[in-house]
């Protein structure tokens, strides 16, 4: 899996890289990352990325061709992302979707954002929420980080990737560990009872729980059979 980070600060992106899991997997040939700073493409001496807005207004606007410039450099993709919060929500599922592809280029605002024009020569606009960063890279390394758990072989179990929040529209269930007991909070005993299916049951429930008290807004749209639209309306009518 072949990434291109397009920036204009290379500082913020390349030390993520150089840690934990994807480092690992970069070191293995599993993901390819590039960072390519915009301000090579800039133009004149002082190589120049941005200028005053048409109509007024504060701040500045990385030019169109300047961006273009560089995005057109490091094509072929299977989709250039333009990271804005304009964009549509980024979800498990583009991040499944995205997994698949071969090459993803990742275009990282500043300032006041890019040109407007710069938005028909992306395949799509990406936001991590509803809510305005000093930049795109945040947001790149979130798709990044999305995406690249993914693939084969940078996330040693398999299943872990299956029992992930949202994967099924749910959150996930509750987690735990040793200390059996900690300043009076315990683990639930199920969990240290070694029977699977009563383990299995419990997390189930909980993760319905999970979300109906956490994110009752993902219900709608969640796959769940018929137990646990059952266990669902017990919890509802507990309150």
Request: proline share 5%; no cysteine.
């Given at each position: 899996m072949r990434y291109t980070i397009l920036t204009l600060f290379p500082g913020l992106i390349r030390p993520w890289l150089e840690e934990s899991l994807l480092e690992r997997a970069i070191a293995r040939?599993?993901?390819?990352?590039?960072?390519?700073?915009?301000?090579?493409?800039?133009?004149?001496?002082?190589?120049?990325?941005?200028d005053t807005p048409y109509g007024g207004g504060a701040g500045m606007?990385?030019?169109?061709?300047?961006?273009?410039?560089a995005l057109e450099a490091v094509l072929?993709?299977?989709?250039?992302?333009?990271?804005?919060p304009a964009?549509?929500?980024?979800?498990?599922?583009?991040?499944?979707?995205?997994?698949g592809k071969g090459h993803l280029v990742l275009l990282c605002g500043r300032y006041e954002g890019f040109d407007a024009r710069v938005e028909a020569f992306v395949t799509r606009t990406l936001s991590v929420g509803d809510y305005v960063l000093m930049g795109g890279e945040v947001a790149a390394l979130a798709v990044l980080e999305a995406t690249a758990r993914l693939v084969p072989g940078v996330i040693g179990d398999?299943?872990?990737?299956?029992?992930?929040?949202?994967?099924?529209?749910?959150l996930d269930y509750p987690q735990y560990t040793r200390p059996?007991?900690?300043?009076?909070?315990?683990?639930?005993?199920?969990?240290?009872?070694?029977?699977?299916?009563?383990?299995?049951?419990?997390?189930?429930r909980e993760a319905l729980r999970r979300t109906l008290t956490l994110r009752p807004d993902l219900l709608s749209g969640?796959?769940?059979g018929p137990l646990e639209a059952l266990w669902l309306a017990e919890m509802d009518r507990e309150g």
């Open positions: 040939g599993l993901l390819r990352v590039e960072v390519v700073d915009l301000r090579a493409f800039g133009l004149g001496r002082h190589r120049t990325v941005d606007v990385i030019r169109a061709d300047v961006a273009v410039a072929p993709a299977d989709e250039v992302i333009l990271l804005s964009g549509r929500p980024f979800t498990q599922g583009q991040a499944e979707e995205l997994a398999p299943e872990s990737h299956r029992q992930d929040s949202f994967v099924r529209g749910l059996p007991e900690f300043r009076g909070l315990r683990v639930p005993e199920v969990l240290l009872s070694g029977n699977h299916r009563e383990v299995d049951r419990f997390r189930r969640a796959r769940i």
